[in-house]
């Protein structure tokens, strides 16, 4: 199993600012993904996180926007930079630890730009 | 990616069992079923998941049908506690990326 940390939990920001978003894990994994939730939507995938490498984003969703660090196989950050009213989400990080037959996720992080 | 197709709501009682269906029509021999659920205001959280055969577990049951284009998960005795988004999910073997669907919202009543 794995136990996931993020931080903030939830926070109000103004438009035009940045908010970096981390993601602690218990154990090393190295799959890490990073998931948006839009207010009363499903999840979508926005990226994967690799440890050392540039992460791998999904079709909509781009590096300038969403950049994302995964400096070791605990932890990764993502920023949401130049933020508007669309960015209001629940951001949440996933973890598929090595020979496991489940992803575990973190508790999210509730965005709300004004 | 293969798609599911699931109700958007059901109901029960509490202590009454529930089966959410999940049409899969499309499933690749190689796709596993997983089942996912979102209590509110957290994460999702693993229920259940199948290639061929009905599993069972401390959480609930997943039934497949032979032909694998569907399948129905089974809470045996709702309570309240399992009010949540169900999803039903197909994964390819080397596939770890999840793609969520609506999901089926289970309301329970006491």
């Known amino acids: 199993s794995a136990v996931i940390s993020q931080k903030p939990s939830r926070d109000i920001c103004q438009r035009g600012t940045s908010l970096t978003i981390q993601c602690q894990v218990d154990s090393q994994v190295t799959m890490m993904f990073w998931y948006r939730q839009q207010p009363g939507q499903s999840l979508t995938l926005i990226a994967t996180a690799n440890q050392g490498s540039e992460a791998t984003y999904e079709s909509g969703f781009v590096i300038d926007k969403f950049p994302i660090s995964r400096p070791n196989l605990t932890f990764s950050t993502l920023t949401v930079s130049n933020m508007s009213p669309e960015d209001s989400s629940i951001y949440l990080c996933s973890v598929w630890p090595r020979d496991n037959t489940e992803a575990f996720f973190g508790q999210g992080t509730r965005l709300t730009v004004v | 990616d293969a798609k599911t197709t699931q109700p958007n709501s059901m109901e029960s009682n509490e202590e009454e069992p529930v089966h959410l269906p999940c049409n899969h029509s499309t499933i690749s021999g190689t796709d596993y079923i997983h089942w996912y659920r979102q209590l509110p205001s957290q994460g999702p959280e693993y229920v259940i998941h199948?290639?061929?055969s009905n599993v069972n577990n401390r959480m609930a049951s997943l039934a497949i049908a032979e032909d694998r284009k569907s399948s129905t998960l089974i809470l045996h005795r709702a309570t309240l506690r399992d009010a949540a988004v169900y999803y039903c999910?197909?994964?390819?073997?080397?596939?770890?990326?999840?793609?969520f669907g609506a999901g089926t919202t289970v309301t329970v009543r006491a």
């Open positions: 999910i197909l994964r390819g073997v080397n596939d770890y990326k999840l793609s």
């Open positions: 199948g290639l061929t």
